[in-house]
């Protein structure tokens, strides 16, 4: 049996063998720490809405979200409102703000990279590498394998198709596709033919280790799917979408993994965007259920969870002459979870209107991603400056007391 044998058995080769790992702090309580990241820019002044902005309403007249109170909320259009400056998109209106409700939910606005290229991918690989722009980048070594290189301990992997950058480096990561068709677990005759393959050789525990896992969540698969036509005649789970496969996440997460990453495409919105309905306010939606999900379904273990939703960048504030709007510069992350010190929006703000704009088109980044997630990792982790320096080199934590 080849390579391309082993491959087609369904088979994922880790990518890097586990380097010396050093041993840091225990994770405080079993923390869980899921990183979804939202490819494509999404608009986060549409999901984020700043209310007592009449600056918004007039570089929005298509596409904004009507204020609370006003003949919209009737027919539940409008913006839900967090406080006096901030309402939130009303397609989470039944999913996010219960959480937010309950404290279980935070925004970050003016948040992001430095990175100004405005690229999809220049953007996103910089943000997965989480290194300084300036000088030469190490394009093997992801933030978030940095990070499991410092816990020295847990069960990370990725839900995607291939190893994202994020979690590429010396740490070995599984990663697993979980859209679509599953492939169950390779029967017991190829899997004593592959490891006799490779017995004796720098893959063997690897390959060991990937029989093991791909057997495990086929097991777990198999019972998941049942559960889910046994609900279908009360409460279903949504047999569309993100939901579903949110579900299937908090599933493995809550009993075999510890650290995971997934990412949700399509939030590109040049073209017909939509306001309180539409394309976006789709997509949020899904997103919203998703998410609402995934809470659910972690059960106890939501209190021990932490859920951040990042994007490569926001888009412009003003919208485009296709109802859309294009790429910006800052955006507006998430923070959910059963211990997140939620129901405010944290970080550095600034008053939104024309003269607060970035090159007078876009929010600005005040909160820049590396120093937030530093102070998250220190408060989560109890990880010490030395440490946080071995996942973001020259970065100094920005605590913003997220938890």
Do not use: C
């Amino acid at each position: 049996m080849d390579r391309r044998t082993v491959l087609k058995a369904g088979l994922a080769l880790p990518t890097a063998v586990v380097a010396g790992r050093v041993m840091a702090a225990a994770p405080s309580s079993g923390a869980r720490l899921l990183v979804v990241f939202l490819r494509g820019g999404y608009d986060a002044a549409s999901l984020l809405v700043p209310i007592a902005s009449d600056f918004y309403l007039q570089a929005r007249p298509n596409i904004a979200i009507a204020r609370p109170n006003n003949a919209a909320g009737a027919a539940g259009d409008a913006a839900v409102a967090l406080d006096a400056d901030w309402g939130l998109h009303p397609a989470l209106r039944n999913t996010i703000a219960p959480m937010w409700q309950n404290k279980q939910a935070a925004f970050i606005a003016f948040a992001g990279t430095d990175d100004t290229s405005r690229s999809h991918f220049e953007t996103q690989d910089s943000i997965e590498l989480g290194q300084s722009l300036g000088g030469s980048r190490d394009l093997r070594s992801g933030f978030l394998n940095r990070l499991a290189g410092v816990l020295g301990h847990g069960s990370p992997i990725a839900f995607t198709d291939q190893l994202p950058l994020i979690f590429r480096g010396s740490v070995q990561i599984q990663n697993l596709a979980l859209r679509g068709k599953q492939r169950g677990g390779v029967d017991p005759q190829r899997s004593r033919k592959l490891e006799a393959m490779y017995a004796d050789t720098p893959l063997s525990t690897q390959v060991n280790s990937g029989l093991e896992l791909r057997q495990a969540v086929a097991q777990d698969m198999t019972q998941m799917q049942a559960d889910e036509m046994t609900a279908a005649s009360r409460a279903a789970i949504s047999t569309r979408g993100f939901a579903t496969e949110a579900r299937r996440i908090a599933h493995l997460m809550r009993e075999r993994f510890d650290l995971g990453f997934v990412d949700v495409g399509g939030w590109d919105t040049h073209v017909g965007q939509g306001a309180a309905t539409g394309a976006l306010a789709g997509k949020l939606d899904d997103l919203g259920r998703g998410l609402s999900a995934f809470a659910d379904e972690m059960g106890e273990q939501w209190r021990n969870t932490v859920v951040v939703v990042i994007s490569e960048f926001g888009r412009t504030f003003r919208e485009n002459g296709n109802r859309g709007t294009d790429h910006g510069h800052g955006s507006v992350y998430w923070v959910l979870g059963g211990s997140v010190r939620g129901g405010r929006i944290a970080g550095e703000q600034v008053r939104v209107e024309e003269a607060t704009l970035f090159q007078n088109r876009d929010y600005p980044v005040l909160n820049e991603y590396r120093a937030v997630f530093g102070g998250l990792f220190a408060r989560l982790y109890g990880l010490n400056e030395a440490q946080l320096a071995r996942v973001f080199a020259d970065v100094r934590a920005k605590d913003i007391g997220l938890v």
